[in-house]
């Protein structure tokens, strides 16, 4: 057995490099920035995966992702704080006597790449209009972020549509107070879609249609008016009809004294004895 052999016995097993991760891909929603990845093909089941972030020209591991296991991802959010720093991540594969290249995914720019949610939305109705409130939605990485949430919900496209037969219209909406939407049909259901609009981020997603009607009118109320009235008249006159008849059974039925026995009660004159 010649030295080479020997000392090749004294080293570690070194087996072929695992394969390396696929489809290394940031995911954000709101601000909530997550790295997804699929294991390399022929990956052992063993196999756990570690993440770093490119911050300041420097690799340094993401606190939380150093083994982590199969089908699992990796939290950006607190990572990536700044939405106009633009950033990197990469992944590894590893086992006890083994690790993969690293995969690296494309680069990041919170700022333009965040999917923007739908806001929370309400309407109400208010005669010949509709009052719409609409707010930002809660979020982690909103709130986590170094810039205010007003930067991405501050101005929104709001598209009006008329259920009756489908007729609809698109208004800009710049402000989280409520906002008037006028001229409308009295009495008609409207629903209304909102959508985050921003100059700088083309990704969002629209809300919910939220429908309400509009007030009726007033001319309509009056019906409803005369009608209370009507049905209010012909209880009190049926009331004072009781009232009476029942005045006049009491007058048949019940005696009276002799001093009034001469004068005259219910339309006639009751005899008085001799």
């Known amino acids: 057995m010649g030295p080479w052999t020997l000392l090749l016995l004294h080293l570690p097993l070194v087996v072929s490099m695992l394969p390396a991760p696929t489809n290394v891909s940031i995911v954000s929603f709101n601000?909530?920035?997550?790295?997804?990845?699929?294991?390399?093909?022929?990956?052992?089941?063993?196999?756990?995966?570690?993440?770093?972030s490119l911050?300041?020209?420097?690799w340094q591991l993401v606190k939380g992702c150093a083994r982590l296991k199969t089908r699992q991802s990796c939290d950006l959010t607190n990572t990536f704080k700044d939405p106009f720093y633009h950033y990197k991540a990469r992944v590894q594969a590893i086992t006890t006597t083994q690790k993969s290249n690293w995969s690296l995914s494309m680069l990041f720019y919170p700022l333009t790449d965040t999917l923007l949610g739908p806001p929370v939305v309400s309407v109400s109705g208010c005669g010949n209009c509709l009052?719409?409130?609409v707010t930002p939605p809660t979020s982690r990485g909103l709130q986590r972020s170094l810039s205010?949430?007003?930067?991405?919900y501050r101005q929104f496209?709001?598209?009006v549509r008329r259920t009756r037969d489908g007729s609809q219209f698109s208004m800009w909406v710049t402000s989280t107070e409520k906002t008037v939407i006028?001229?409308?049909?009295?009495?008609?259901?409207?629903?209304v879609t909102v959508t985050p609009s921003t100059s700088f981020n083309p990704h969002?997603?629209?809300?919910?249609?939220?429908?309400?009607?509009?007030?009726?009118?007033?001319?309509?109320?009056?019906?409803?008016?005369?009608?209370?009235?009507?049905a209010f008249s012909l209880l009190v006159v049926l009331l004072c009809g009781i009232v009476v008849y029942s005045g006049r059974l009491l007058c048949m039925h019940k005696p009276l004294p002799k001093t009034l026995s001469s004068v005259p009660l219910c339309?006639?004159?009751?005899?008085?004895?001799?």
Request: proline content about 13%; aromatic content about 8%; glycine content about 8%.
């Open 131 to 133: 009052l719409l409130q």
């Open 204 to 230: 969002s997603v629209p809300s919910e249609p939220h429908c309400a009607f509009t007030s009726p009118t007033a001319a309509n109320t009056v019906p409803v008016v005369l009608s209370v009235l009507c």
């Open 157 to 159: 496209t709001c598209k």
């Open 182 to 191: 006028g001229y409308l049909e009295p009495g008609a259901e409207y629903c």
């Open 267 to 274: 339309g006639g004159w009751m005899p008085t004895d001799p």
């Open 55 to 58: 911050r300041k020209n420097s």
């Open 31 to 52: 601000l909530e920035h997550t790295l997804t990845w699929l294991p390399g093909p022929g990956t052992p089941d063993n196999t756990h995966f570690t993440v770093q």
């Open 148 to 152: 205010p949430t007003q930067l991405y």
